[in-house]
Nanobody, 125 residues
């Protein structure tokens, strides 16, 4: 059974860092890409970053470039989202999901078919 579970969210001050984890099961990171999305109440889900299967190419939304880094660990079957220099506007529930379309990845939600339950990130002083 294909499954993803997010962890690592929390409360952090502006300028701080968090590392989110997406622990996967039922497949390998060579099979499917992984995307990170975020959502705040009343707004559409926004793609943040993705990492492709096979070639591990990465893509970021402009608002997080230079601050967020996505990476994959095959041995741990986990994809990480390192978030640095966090801003209040990064506050959201963060989700990871599997991208079963051919690589390279893209931040189009309809490509993603298995989603986790989400983890809350709050950036506030």
């Amino acid at each position: 059974q294909v499954k993803v579970v997010e962890s690592g969210g929390g409360l952090v001050q502006p300028g701080g860092s968090l590392r989110l984890s997406c622990t996967t099961s039922g497949f390998t990171l060579d099979d499917y890409g992984i995307g990170w999305f975020r959502q705040v109440p009343g707004k559409q889900r926004e793609g943040v970053a993705c990492i492709s299967s096979q070639d591990r190419s990465r893509y970021y939304v402009d608002s997080v470039k230079g601050r967020f880094t996505i990476s994959g660990d095959n041995e741990r079957s986990t994809v990480y989202l390192q978030m640095d220099n966090l801003k209040p506007e990064d506050t959201a529930v963060y989700y990871c999901a599997t991208d079963q379309m051919p690589y390279p990845c893209a931040l189009t939600p309809r490509r993603y078919n298995v989603w986790g339950q989400g983890t809350q990130v709050t950036v506030s002083s």
